[in-house]
């Protein structure tokens, strides 16, 4: 749950001063509630700390006060998540992409302030009795999502060589053995090429068939495959059918949600350092049959370093043209359209009486203290000025009929 503070009320309040008499209207304004701002870090590596923490929610802004002073407004929400993270409503709207450091995404504003008696007065409204209450923040329920940020992400079956090979080629640390899942989680590594050059590798754990489904932990670790640019399918080259065990993985990239099988690839038959130089020319036949033309086919051994120095040189030149695609890609021209205005609203005939729906008004009645005669009052100003009266009378409204402001119908008063 994510919330943005509470706006403070204003006040009704008069100045009382000896030998003063009659000093009129003093109320101050609320204050505003704080924002919930996501802020991306490189410090931060999982979101393991929410697993606990299964609210956010800012500080409101405090009420006003007499002699016209001003409500504190509340301290804004920053929460600190890793780079990489998404924050999505359960519509699966994203709210925020949090893709550098230091980027702060503001996903709850908080409310404003309500306007104290003071903020009324004029030369026909002398000893106002009206005050707002303070806006709500705004208030919604989100899914945190970290998707790794990569260059390169490395794919195949369990036990493929993945964490091995990204030992060789950057200084990452993963968790070796001689058996399938021993990686649970990803690992990033950075490959240093020369004095100016560097790439992202994230060795994606072992998928496996149905891992678009769920299955194993599938879609956990493809997530993090949407963010990566190049993809290094590894294969066992003592699998039994390596062809099999490459179309399988290809068919689980293309039946995720995102189509990740268009992706730049490159192929490696890892350990082939065991084979000799004919069941590996062979085994490398068999691959470049089933791959697309583009598609390089290299033969590697991630544990003797063979083939590694000209696999990471096709990373390199990919990546590299990625980069150049991406910075001469021109902006889309945006395409404009007439929208709905705040000031836009509609009246809509019910069973049970009248529903006004629209932005501002929404708002004014948010604002509103119903109790009070005066704010009442006010609130039907409001309405008459902006036609909705009219338009009430003009859909045969009666004495006593109900009025809905908003399809929720929160606020309701009679007419």
């Keep these: 749950m994510i919330k943005g503070g509470d706006g403070g009320n204003g006040v009704v309040s008069w100045r009382h001063e000896k030998f003063i008499d009659r000093g009129g209207p003093d109320g101050g304004d609320g204050g505003d509630g704080g924002d919930v701002i996501l802020v991306g870090s490189h410090n931060q590596n999982t979101l393991a700390s929410f697993r606990y923490q299964k609210e956010l929610t800012a500080e409101p802004g405090s009420p006003g006060s007499k002699r016209r002073r001003h409500g504190k407004s509340g301290k804004s929400l920053r929460v600190l998540v890793p780079v990489g993270t998404v924050a999505a409503l359960e519509s699966g709207e994203v709210v925020a992409d949090i893709i550098d450091e230091g980027q702060e995404v503001i996903v709850a504003r908080g409310g404003k302030g309500g306007f104290g008696n003071a903020h009324f007065v004029s030369s026909r409204r002398q000893a106002p009795r009206i005050a707002e209450k303070g806006e709500p923040g705004e208030n919604f329920s989100a899914t945190l999502e970290l998707k790794m940020i990569a260059d390169v992400g490395l794919v195949g079956l369990p036990n493929a060589g993945k964490s091995t090979l990204l030992a060789r080629l950057t200084n990452a640390k993963p968790e070796i053995a001689n058996y399938p899942f021993t990686t649970l989680k990803p690992n990033l590594g950075v490959a240093d090429v020369g004095k100016s050059t560097s790439v992202l590798i994230a060795d994606i754990p072992g998928l496996i068939e149905g891992a678009s489904q769920g299955k194993g932990l599938g ?158 009052e006010r609130f039907r100003d409001i309405m008459r000025k902006m036609g909705i009266m009219h338009e009430l009378e003009r859909k045969k409204i009666k004495p006593g009929d109900t009025v809905k402001i908003g399809k929720a119908g929160e606020m309701n008063i009679k007419y």
């Design 219 to 376: 879609d956990e670790f493809l997530r993090h495959v949407e963010r990566t640019r190049v993809l290094v399918h590894l294969i066992d080259a003592y699998n039994d059918d390596i062809v099999a065990a490459y179309k399988t993985i290809r068919k689980e990239l293309k039946a995720y949600k995102v189509d990740l099988s268009a992706r730049p690839e490159i192929v490696a038959l890892n350990k082939t350092d065991g084979l000799d130089s004919e069941m590996a020319d062979d085994s490398l036949a068999l691959l470049k049959k089933v791959v697309s033309k583009d598609t390089p086919v290299l033969a590697i051994s991630a544990i003797s370093g063979a083939g590694t120095d000209e696999l990471i040189k096709r990373i390199i030149k990919i990546t590299n043209r990625i980069h150049k695609e991406e910075a001469e890609t021109e902006p889309e021209v945006p395409i404009l359209t007439l929208e709905k205005t705040d000031d836009a609203w509609t009246a809509t005939k019910t069973e049970e009486g009248f529903v006004i729906e629209g932005v501002k008004i929404e708002r004014f009645a948010r604002r509103t203290d119903f109790s009070s005669r005066a704010g009442l």
